[in-house]
């Protein structure tokens, strides 16, 4: 099986889709003869608007490339991917780097901040580079969400891991993107920074409508999310709404039992 079926987003104002980007029966294979390795074997699914998605699967089950495809990082090899409605996977390297700086925001481990800007400089470089205003009343909401008011002026060096994965995460919601992508974006903090983390991307999508899809191997993280999709040996094998992460860790330990790799220890691809 390897189709998900999307929650419907609530509250929709009727212009904008329920769905903020999608597959469809995307393939993505790297190589070819008996070196090709096929990461993605005909991906179904829907991502919600305003909610919180989490992709979990054992190691090489392709949550990465998914998020590249759906992203626009990466190029497929069949089927199509839209983000808001449009069709991507045709676009030149041109648009695709345009789509990506102005409708998607991108969270991972490596937080990459300029060591030479304050915090708030580091957070609206993205839009300065578009040459955008930031929506003022927006950026100190966004700020505000994630607790940064008085650390505005510090450079990345004076500030905590947790309040430099705080920056990052503003940069990326100061945008307003249609989606923003975070590859485990807790996997380099401790667990209280990474609470804190996780608390404020649920409080992005609950109070700023923000579509979140985060790749994780945590199923205590995954519980911050509206709904898990688990990957298996490239397709979506199974899904869940509203976890908990006793659910999570029980759904993780049955997949294991059905899809041989799928506890974690030896997942393959091919
Ligand atoms: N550039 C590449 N060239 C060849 N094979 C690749 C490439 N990138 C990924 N793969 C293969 O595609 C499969 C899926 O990889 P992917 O990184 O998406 O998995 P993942 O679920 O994100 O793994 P992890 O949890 O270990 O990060 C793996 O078998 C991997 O070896």
Known sequence: MTTAVTTPATGGNGARSAVAASARKLVKAYGSGETRVVALDHVDVEIARGAFTAIMGPSGSGKSTLMHCLAGLDSVTEGEVRVGGQEITRLKEKKLTRLRRDRIGFIFQAFNLLPTLDALENITLPMDIAGRKPDKA??????????????????????SGGQQQRVAVARALAARPEIIFADEPTGNLDSRSGAEMLRFLRRSVDELGQTIVMVTHDPVAAAYSDRVLYLADGRIVDEMDSPTAEAVLDRMLRLAEDVPGADGTHGSAS
């Open 138 to 159: 927006w950026l100190e909401n966004v700020i505000a969400t994630v607790n940064l008011e008085g650390r505005l002026k510090h450079r990345p060096s004076e500030l």
